[in-house]
């Protein structure tokens, strides 16, 4: 069964820091693109960052650019979101998302952690 558990949510005030977890499980997920969306009440879910497994190319949404890193652990297969500078808008329930790097196949979803930050 594969599974992808994320943690690390929590409330920080802003300007602070926060590091999600996204451990992936059941599968192999080498020629994966993992990423982090999120989605705030009221709104849509939306691309945070991603990275390729077997690569280390990373990808930012802009509204995050600079204030947060997405890294891996190939050993752990689990891969990291590094929030800093936060802000009362980075509020949301932070989800992993693993898919093919092909586009061709199933992709999967984590069930979420909620990051609050507060002003």
């Known amino acids: 069964q594969v599974q992808l558990v994320e943690s690390g949510g929590g409330l920080v005030q802003a300007g602070g820091s926060l590091r999600l977890s996204c451990a992936a499980s059941?599968?192999?997920?080498?020629?994966?693109?993992m990423g982090w969306y999120r989605q705030a009440p009221g709104k849509e879910r939306e691309f945070v960052a991603a990275?390729?497994?077997?690569?280390?190319?990373?990808y930012y949404a802009d509204s995050v650019k600079g204030r947060f890193t997405i890294s891996k652990d190939n050993a752990r297969t689990t891969v990291y979101l590094e929030m800093n500078s936060l802000k009362p808008e980075d509020t949301a329930i932070y989800y992993c998302?693993?898919?093919?790097?092909?586009?061709?196949?199933?992709?999967?979803w984590g069930q979420g952690t909620q990051v609050t930050v507060s002003s």
């Open positions: 059941g599968r192999t997920f080498s020629n994966f693109l």
């Open positions: 990275i390729y497994w077997s690569a280390d190319n990373t």
């Open positions: 998302h693993g898919r093919p790097r092909t586009g061709v196949g199933s992709e999967y």
